[in-house]
């Protein structure tokens, strides 16, 4: 019973801080509300945080925004979307920060978008990847950093297309994001080449490959070219079952996200060699942008940035960069702000851009080869594919986002 | 062709292998302690997880290998008898599952240990020497490791056998399984029993995650995606059976492989499927029995007291604050305090059939999200206003429950339960799979409330009216006649049938009511959030209902609230604030149950009684 007494006058204690409202003094620090999948996805969301404070002190270090530092309060969805509704709601309401941002999974991006877009705030989405963020859902408060499924399909396409497989397989995990990869490179392919064929999909579940069923039902149909868009856990599993069931031999594999060396260092010496993919190879990427970056991430954290940790970083330039621009916090004139906004990415590459006409940035990705160097897979011949290059035309971009 | 199919039946029975390993520790332990084993899937991680620490660090070659895992196996054997002594052995004497709560403890805390000591990065082990390459079969490629595990199944179950049935612990245990009070009153050691029986399920879930080295990555989601697989094994074989579990894991092995080349997306829900298949035509599983003796089971629960002046003067104040507080509050406050309002209802209306009904649910997040899903698709294809929204939630809902429990109620115990979770999932994967109806896991959006109820406030209110409202209900249900009617099912079906009453027919009006409830919440939940994706019925949410409840304490009238209010706010309040909040908020339900083995509200109602 004293629990529940103690319960109730701290809930009540809570709540009356709660309820005076916070009178922000105009010139105090902006406050940036980020949700991610924290507990639901480290490997991925640990660098992503590094690198976020990493932007955040180099900002603050060099006078902040006019004059007016940066914060960051960080909040853990756990991979549900109720939870980072409710959590937006906090960061809005008694956190009082400025702006949204984060997201790793595709419907908590959707989920918060929605959210931004009822109550009218603005939502940098930096990493969730689905094509409804911008186009079929898209909102006029949100905006999102990655290059999309549909940008890194047609990146790998263009790839494929050169390629003299004409019997395509296909594998991805069962959920939008794979369900969409593997349509997306469909219609391209088939647009591309019109005699491709496809003889065989898997849709294991998420996190749940049956990798030797999966592996032996590809290998029965007998393809030229397998189109994988399985990562993480499930993709060590299949690059297992396949590599010792012979699945990779004379085949080529194109492969949607392996060069990224969340999911490409796991693999050790068992990285399969020869795979095109989309990724980041930032041993070897040399531009002087990406030099600096690289060598002030080793400084703080002793350790090397993965791709998540160039998302962070960029996600945090351009809000920087969108503030400086609107030199206010209001959410129209940083919606404006936003619209049409050059900010430099840790690639050191072209600037880029957010979109005017779909909110989506025209940051790339890295296509190239996997191979084997020192017992780990790296990319190799790999190029810079710029954004800007893979996204459909205006007209058809009008025609798949609402309007007005 | 027909090397290919050869092939793929060898892949299934090789998965099948590891598949049983794994149940085979959570039979064993079920069979003898009755305990819901949560952790299991927690215990299979972290042999995975010292196994490669043992085999990475060890010297290379088949002692280091092979020494690692059996290493790694016995280390978990040990973990088991940790938390068996620790945690288990006192509370065996609480309400049935309440050591599933327990067990959930374990699973947070050593999600957040297993991420502090191995980091968040996949780890790949190496492959067992001797069985690195792959032989050929009819032209086609095989693996020797898999080959090996082919093996390995078979041969455990033999040593199992042997173990149960040409050795003297083995006697025990057999006798412990079919009437664990007889075997006490013959003077057995049962503590000594119930721990050694922990080792050894402990032991083959540890090697049956160490076996698993070489063949799959090891991370941090090993857990939670083998557990639900490994219960439905266990529930298909039959509750303690270990040969049934052998034949199950089969079924399930060859399902999956040969399912994937007709249904390439089945993989999502074909366990479930074929569970509910099993468990309508064999209640018991397919090697189970019913329990034997009546008189172990039969406990019969006490009548609800009158609540004591003190308590019912805390329900009040609770009701006035809920009424009189939230004005002053600001929006963030007004969203918690709805949020805790549906949390209330949802868990009452488990409560519901799982207390007075005498019958857990598993799956009761289905009701929830069908609720949330029946709002969200009128609003999504016909734009209905919330209104209407809202009252076509309990009528999803309810629909279900008509047509679920009717199959449901026929069960009893875990197999019971275990049918709603196996309703769910496919609730769930018809959400997650039928994109062009739901959305598929991207959801529906725009889900929001009337202008009139579009205020934080306003909408409390409503949400406050509902979910008092129906909670009241339900109150008054279970003390009406109905309520006496749906108890004395519970204590003692067969008097009750005796004297004229229709026991399936109480039981499943108290079900569809219960899904009725629980599509309440859900609409109300549904508008609440603005959008609504299948997560609100998956597991995760139907693990949450039944942590409020027994954490409240299943055998009082008040416990699902006192159970949802802390369990929500407490859950809140670790998420917001740290970092490291599974394993905190691990720690306070293990806290909460060794020092509240009756539930928050059962100690309360203790407390009182004592006083008076």
Redo the contacts between chains.
């Keep these: 019973m004293t629990m529940t007494l103690r319960r109730r006058t701290a809930l009540l204690g809570a709540a009356a801080t709660l309820a005076a409202p916070t009178v922000q003094a105009q010139e105090g620090p902006i406050r940036i509300g980020e949700i991610n999948s924290y507990s639901a996805q480290p490997a991925f969301l640990v660098p992503y945080r590094n690198a976020w404070m990493l932007a955040q002190e180099e900002v603050n270090a060099a006078g902040g925004i006019n004059g007016r530092r940066i914060e960051t309060v960080f909040r853990d969805d756990a991979g549900r979307p109720e939870d980072a509704v409710r959590h937006a709601g906090e960061l809005v309401n008694s956190e009082r920060v400025h702006l949204l941002a984060g997201a790793f999974l595709s419907h908590v991006g959707l989920a918060i978008a929605d959210y931004a877009n009822q109550n009218r705030r603005l939502f940098v989405a930096s990493e969730p990847l689905t094509d409804a963020l911008v186009w079929a859902r898209g909102n006029r408060f949100t905006f999102r950093l990655r290059p999309s499924t549909y940008m890194q399909c047609a990146m790998l396409v263009e790839e494929a297309a050169k390629l003299p497989a004409r019997r395509w397989a296909t594998v991805a995990p069962n959920y939008e994001y794979g369900q969409s990869a593997v349509r997306w490179f469909k219609e391209l392919l088939t647009r591309a080449k019109p005699d491709v064929q496809f003889v065989a999909e898997q849709f294991p579940a998420l996190g749940r490959i049956d990798a030797g069923a999966t592996v032996q039902a590809l290998a029965g149909a007998n393809p030229e070219g397998i189109f994988n868009v399985t990562f993480g856990a499930d993709l060590t599993n299949f690059v297992r079952q396949g590599s010792t069931r012979g699945l990779f031999e004379r085949r080529r594999v194109v492969s949607l996200l392996t060069g990224e060396p969340e999911y490409l260092d796991p693999l050790g010496d068992e990285a399969p060699e020869n795979w095109i993919v989309t990724g980041y190879p930032w041993a070897e990427l040399n531009t002087p942008g990406h030099v600096r970056f690289r060598d002030a991430y080793r400084r703080r954290f002793n350790d090397y940035p993965r791709l998540g940790s160039v998302v962070a970083y960029d996600t945090v330039t351009a809000i920087v960069a969108m503030l400086r621009r609107a030199g206010s916090t209001d959410t129209e004139r940083m919606i404006e702000a936003m619209r049409g906004l050059r900010f430099p990415t840790a690639f050191g590459e072209a600037e880029v851009e957010f979109r005017a006409i779909d909110h989506q940035s025209t940051l790339g990705a890295y296509v190239g080869r996997t191979a084997l160097r020192q017992g780990r897979g790296v990319m190799v011949d790999w190029r810079y594919a710029d954004g800007r290059n893979y996204l459909p035309s205006d007209e058809v971009v009008r025609t798949l986002r609402p309007q007005g | 062709m027909f090397e290919?199919l050869l092939?793929?039946g060898l892949?299934?029975l090789?998965?099948a292998s590891s598949l049983f390993l794994v149940a085979s520790g959570l039979t064993v332990i079920f069979g003898v302690t009755r305990i819901v084993n949560f952790a299991h899937g927690s215990l299979y991680m972290l042999g995975a997880y010292l196994a490669w620490t043992l085999v990475t660090n060890l010297p290379r070659g088949h002692f280091g290998f092979w020494g690692g895992v059996l290493a790694a196996a016995l280390i978990v054997g040990v973990v088991g008898v940790l938390i068996e002594v620790l945690l288990l052995r006192r509370i065996y004497k609480a309400p049935e599952l309440f050591q599933l709560l327990a067990t959930f403890g374990v699973v947070l805390i050593v999600?957040?240990l297993a991420?502090m000591i191995w980091g968040?990065?996949?780890?790949?082990g190496p492959r067992a020497p001797g069985l690195r390459?792959?032989t050929e079969i009819l032209g086609?490629?095989?693996?020797l490791?898999?080959l090996f595990l082919i093996f390995v199944g078979p041969v455990v179950l033999g040593l199992l056998w042997l173990l149960f049935h040409r050795t003297r612990w083995g006697t025990r245990v057999r006798a412990a399984t079919a009437d664990r009070e007889m075997v006490g009153a013959l003077g057995v050691n049962q503590r000594l029993l119930f721990t050694t029986v922990f080792f050894l399920g402990a032991c083959l879930a540890g090697l049956g995650g160490a076996l698993q080295l070489p063949?799959?990555?090891v991370?941090?989601?090993?857990d939670l995606?083998i557990i639900a697989?490994a219960f439905v094994v266990v529930v298909i074989g039959g509750l303690g059976s270990l040969p049934g579990a052998f034949l199950a894991a089969l079924l399930i092995g060859q399902m999956?492989?040969f399912g994937?080349?007709i249904f390439?997306?089945i993989?999502?829900v074909l366990a479930f499927l074929v569970m509910a298949v099993v468990l309508i035509l064999r209640p018991y599983g397919l090697l189970g029995r019913p329990p034997a003796s009546a008189h172990a089971a039969q406990v019969v629960e006490p009548p609800y007291p009158p609540p004591s002046p003190?308590f019912r003067a805390?329900g009040l104040a609770?009701v006035a604050?809920a009424l009189l507080?939230p004005p002053?509050?600001?929006?963030?406050?007004l969203?918690?305090f709805t949020?805790i309002a549906i949390m209330v209802l949802f868990a009452a209306s488990l409560h519901f059939i799982m207390g007075p009904g005498g019958m857990a649910s598993f799956g009761h997040a289905a009701y929830f999200g069908l609720g949330a899903y029946g709002a969200a698709l009128l609003v999504k294809h016909v734009a209905a206003p919330m209104e209407i929204g809202l009252l076509a939630a309990p009528f999803a809902a309810g629909l279900a429950g008509v047509v679920f429990g009717w199959f449901c109620v026929r069960l009893s115990g875990v197999y019971a339960a275990m049918l709603t979770l196996a309703f769910a999932q496919i609730a769930w994967s018809a959400a997650?799979?039928w994109?062009e109806l739901t959305g598929?896991?991207?959801?529906i959006?725009?889900v929001?409330p009337s202008d009139w109820a579009r205020n934080k406030l306003a909408y409390y209110y409503l949400a406050l009216l509902l979910c008092l409202g129906a909670t009241l209900l339900l109150r008054r249900a279970i003390m009406a006649p109905f309520g006496y009617a749906l108890r004395a099912g519970r204590d003692s079906p067969l008097r009750a049938e005796a004297i004229g009453m229709d026991g399936f027919r109480i039981r499943w009006v108290a079900f569809i009511l219960a899904a009725v409830a629980a599509g309440i919440a859900g609409g109300l939940?549904a508008y609440a959030?603005?959008?609504v994706?299948p997560?609100?019925m998956a597991i995760?949410r139907s693990v949450d209902a039944l942590l409020m409840v027994l954490l409240g304490g299943v055998q009082t009238l008040s416990g699902p609230i006192?159970g949802a209010?802390?369990y929500t706010?407490i859950h809140?309040q670790l998420?917001?604030l740290f970092?490291l909040?599974?394993l905190l908020l691990g720690a306070v339900i293990l806290l909460l149950v060794l020092f509240f083995p009756q539930g928050?509200a059962g100690a309360?109602q203790r407390?009182?009684e004592k006083r008076a």
């Design positions: 290919n092939v793929q892949s299934g090789a998965s999600q957040d991420l968040p990065q996949d780890l790949l390459g792959a086609v490629r095989f693996p490791y898999e063949r799959e990555s991370n941090l989601q090993m995606a697989e999956q492989a994937i080349l390439p997306k993989t999502l003190a805390l609770t604050v507080l002053f509050l600001g929006d963030f406050a969203i918690v949020e997650f799979q994109v598929g896991d991207n959801g959006l725009g929001w939940f959030k603005g959008s994706f997560t609100y995760p006192v209010l802390a706010w809140e998420m917001r970092e909040w599974r928050l309360a407390a009182a």
